[in-house]
Nanobody, 123 residues
Framework: QVQLVESGGGLVQAGGSLRLSCAAS????????MAWFRQAPGKEREFVAA????????YYIDAVKGRFTISRDKAKNTVYLQMNSLKPEDTAVYYC????????????????WGQGTQVTVSS
């Protein structure tokens, strides 16, 4: 498995930006697809974005398309989520997750999770 540690969350006004980072440990990081999920209070964990093992393919939910960008730096064993034009409805705990090879939108398909980082967007 891969161990994951998120960082970069915080409080930002609507329209602002944040960049989340997810540092991975493990020699096989490059063979894993990575994803970001989020969970707001009282709601189920929601898929946000994913990137395949090579970094050549990405996928986003409609709610964040054009505002969020997922990327990965294999040399640093890190995946990022650049979040622009943030909205109050983006407020949630954000988690990164990893699974071998291909990404999935289902939380149960991921074997490795970070501890989460809080993102709060004020109106």
């Amino acid at each position: 498995q891969v161990q994951l540690v998120e960082s970069g969350g915080g409080l930002v006004q609507a329209g602002g930006s944040l960049r989340l980072s997810c540092a991975a440990s493990g020699r096989t990081f490059s063979a894993y697809a990575m994803a970001w999920f989020r969970q707001a209070p009282g709601k189920e964990r929601e898929f946000v974005a994913a990137i395949n093992w090579s970094g050549g393919s990405t996928y986003y939910i409609d709610a964040v398309k054009g505002r969020f960008t997922i990327s990965r730096d294999k040399a640093k064993n890190t995946v990022y989520l650049q979040m622009n034009s943030l909205k109050p409805e983006d407020t949630a705990v954000y988690y990164c997750a990893a699974r071998p090879m291909n990404w999935s939108t289902r939380p149960r398909d991921y074997s490795s999770w970070g501890q989460g980082t809080q993102v709060t967007v004020s109106s």
